[in-house]
């Protein structure tokens, strides 16, 4: 299957500080990546998705000022949390559209973030 | 607005049992349904896949069903090992949204014991 890359695993941060996290498609170009993210004990919930070349669509409820989302290329899309907050700690994952094949996901998923604001 | 619910939320097994995981989802109108596992701290494992058409899936020792018109689907582990202990999510993706995001139940947690 297509291979989805997302760096850092883990990032420790201070509060008030900003973090990036990029999520590459490594063997196909994807037009459009979702950011998602997971408290304890919850779901994981769809925060944005990213279009190549143009603004990112927020759900509901998601900062857009706060989580700032960059689709530059075909194959990387970035997620920036600015002036983090410990609230802002979560496990956050992205996935990235695949070439339609049938039987095949639709999307698939880098190895996610794990966020910790001190 | 799809809702995808699973039970149980957690569940202890005896290594070797057979086991059913529960997923239901509010809106039929579904593309596919996904199972995952997702180990602590980790990303996620694809398991199986169900297009909307189709009725099962299977791989190795689990099989998967899908009843769009009841909203449900089950994961079924056979001859189970303590290996397979993790947190298993149901994720649907639905028409009408941008194809490939997923609505995720919070998932049932797995503990096989030796």
């Known amino acids: 299957g297509a291979v989805v890359s997302q760096h850092p695993s883990r990032v420790i941060c201070k509060s008030g500080t900003s973090v990036k996290i990029e999520c590459r498609s490594l063997?196909?170009?994807?037009?459009?990546m979702f950011w998602y993210r997971q408290f304890p004990k919850q779901s994981l919930m769809l925060m944005a998705t990213?279009?190549?070349?143009?603004?990112?669509?927020?759900e509901q409820g998601v900062e857009k000022d706060k989580f700032l989302i960059n689709h530059a290329s075909l194959t990387l899309s970035t997620l920036t949390v600015t002036s983090a907050h410990p609230e802002d700690s979560s496990f956050y994952i992205c996935?990235?559209?695949?070439?339609?094949?049938?039987?095949?996901?639709?999307?698939?998923f880098g190895q996610g973030t794990r966020l910790t604001v001190v | 607005k799809q809702e995808v619910t699973q039970i149980p939320a957690a569940l202890s097994v005896p290594e070797g049992e057979n086991l059913v995981l529960n997923c239901s989802f509010t809106d039929s109108a579904i593309y596919n349904l996904q199972w995952f596992r997702q180990d602590p701290g980790k990303g996620l494992t694809s398991l199986l896949l169900?297009?909307?058409?189709?009725r099962e899936q299977t791989s190795g020792r689990l099989n998967a069903s899908l009843d769009k018109s009841s909203g449900r689907s089950t994961l079924y582990i056979a001859a189970s090992q303590p290996g397979d202990s993790a947190t298993y999510l149901c994720?649907?993706?639905?028409?009408?949204?941008?194809?490939?995001?997923?609505?995720f139940g919070k998932g049932t947690k797995l503990s096989v014991k030796p």
């Open positions: 169900i297009q909307s058409s189709q």
């Open positions: 063997d196909f170009q994807a037009t459009t």
């Open positions: 990213s279009n190549e070349g143009s603004k990112a669509t927020y």
């Open positions: 994720a649907v993706s639905s028409y009408g949204g941008s194809q490939g995001n997923l609505i």
């Open positions: 996935s990235a559209r695949a070439p339609v094949a049938r039987g095949s996901p639709l999307a698939f």
